[in-house]
């Protein structure tokens, strides 16, 4: 049996949890509604899945603030917290198939993707914080010979995490390792286009020891469950990623609510700089490929803007045109498949919008622009080149979150750098140079979170990723996302002699 009826097989027996994950127990939403999860790469509904609302919210609150101030989690010790998510890490791997076929069917990526890329990363990700969490020192500050003046870091409490759909076990791995590392209790809310990774991953969570309640689940419209946690008084902390909209609806839902901390990761409109000095154009094209678009560009960091020194220019996109065939969608089942489908039909609307816009703005289509169908379903997009791209049009400026490149040229490194950062966002940016001092220069003004040296979108568990401006301020991995989960609290003791 080949590899692709192998995955195929697979996809038909494959089972779906539909209910909502509160206090170790699946429930059904308390007012019985339920959503349909769709598979985009087909169109045909998967499941039927309980659509929370704000008292299944409150239930799964309570139940994490219950398990915080118990302290069945929070006051165990970091070596045995350690283990608990050492054992999840284990069986992360153990269901490597399941959970990348979950994210594949829910949300349309390759499943090869999911399975070399995103179940492994995940597992990293909890092994990671679980390393780290027994090596964490606090502080004593300097005093007086007569003070004893000590630092310490506490878990925050109860931690409301609302994901997206674009990497569904990742983003919550990025949130729920860290967060569990320090001794909070979570209430997860996975994007309705996803739910199905979340789930289950809280299910091997339990298996691998986390007490009940620790971990909750509440699947759901955003506009219901997420805004529920956003205003919920006993949340101490939400943490989100996803759209620079909705994020800004969970600070006001902070204001409206008891001022818990959030703490945002929103939209993207990166810039890849290369430069005629850049002596492996091959390299640089392939990889402007990649940074636009792997994971059929629905990735908040995508290169998605790409300004080339006129000298170059041409040559550059000649080579860009040729790597984009390497990403032609076709069924995410299928190994051979660059790309899968784009995760739903709204959103493969909007990004045909985008493309009918810039041909009416007057950019130059230089490959891609269709809507391929495969087993029933339209939501393919074949990857898409514009040139001649205005830099004051929307094409420039406005987040696409699909297969689609603006490309810019530019004659100097100062010109580069405005229309670099002539943007509201301010996630990531990638710069291609031989040139060293041009290489630190341009690094240090461009006004982004992440900037990739000669590569695109560099990321590892121990870097921190995240950005300014309108792109959020919150930052996920590293040992800096403990500050999102911890609070520091000074104790002074005044010693008499």
Not at 379 to 387: D, G, Q, R, V
Request: proline share 4%; aromatic share 8%.
């Amino acid at each position: 049996m080949n590899e692709l009826s192998d995955w195929q097989r697979r996809a038909r027996n494959q089972g779906f949890i539909k209910h909502a994950l509160i206090h170790g127990r699946l429930v059904s939403a308390q007012s019985g509604e339920t959503f349909a999860a769709i598979n985009p790469a087909t169109g045909q509904e998967l499941a039927k899945v309980a659509a929370c609302g704000e008292a299944d919210v409150e239930q799964a609150v309570r139940s994490a603030r219950q398990t915080f101030e118990d302290g069945v989690w929070s006051l165990r010790s970091p070596v045995e917290r350690k283990q608990v998510l050492l054992r999840l890490a284990e069986l992360i791997l153990a269901h490597r198939d399941e959970l990348a076929l979950l994210d594949s069917l829910n949300m349309g990526k390759p499943v090869m993707d999911a399975w070399n890329i995103d179940v492994p990363g995940a597992a990293r990700v909890f092994r990671w914080y679980a390393e780290s969490l027994d090596k964490l020192y606090d502080e004593v500050a300097p005093s007086s010979a007569n003070v004893l003046a000590t630092i310490t870091r506490e878990a925050l409490g109860v931690v409301a995490a609302v994901v997206p759909w674009n990497f569904p076990l990742d983003m919550a791995a990025w949130k729920l390792a860290p967060a569990l590392a320090a001794g909070n209790s979570v209430v997860l809310k996975p994007a309705e286009q996803s739910p199905f990774s979340a789930l289950r991953l809280a299910e091997l969570a339990l298996e691998a020891g986390l007490p009940e309640g620790v971990l909750n689940v509440v699947p759901g419209l955003g506009e219901h469950a997420g805004k529920a946690l956003g205003l919920h008084m006993d949340v101490d902390c939400l943490t989100f990623t996803g759209s620079t909209e909705v994020g800004k609806y969970f600070m006001g839902y902070s204001a409206q609510s008891n001022l818990k901390q959030v703490w945002l990761e929103c939209g993207g409109k990166s810039a890849n700089l290369v430069f005629a000095d850049c002596q492996d154009l091959d390299l640089a094209a392939e990889k402007a490929a990649f940074g636009i678009f792997f994971n059929q560009g629905e990735v908040c960091s995508a290169n998605s803007r790409l300004l080339v020194q006129r000298s170059i220019h041409d040559e550059f996109v000649e080579r860009l045109v040729d790597k984009a065939h390497t990403w032609m969608p076709g069924d995410p089942l299928d190994p051979a498949s660059g790309a899968g489908a784009i995760v739903e039909a709204r959103q493969t609307t909007r990004i045909m919008g985008f493309i009918r816009g810039a041909e009416a703005e007057g950019a130059r289509l230089a490959c891609g622009g269709r809507q391929l169908t495969f087993n029933g379903s339209s939501n393919f997009i074949t990857p898409t080149l514009f040139t001649g791209v205005a830099p004051s049009s929307r094409l420039a400026h406005e987040e696409v979150f699909g297969p689609v490149l603006a490309v810019m040229p530019f004659d100097s490194e100062d010109e580069a750098v405005q229309l670099a950062n002539n943007s509201v966002y301010g996630l990531a940016a990638s710069l291609w140079s031989d040139d060293l001092h041009r290489a630190h220069r341009v690094a240090r003004r461009l006004k982004a979170g992440t900037v990739s040296v000669n590569t695109v979108d560099a990321l590892d568990v121990t870097t921190p990723f995240g950005g300014g401006k309108q792109s959020g301020f919150g930052r996920d991995l590293s040992l800096h996302a403990f500050d999102k989960y911890t609070q520091l609290k000074t104790t002074w003791f005044q010693l008499r002699s």
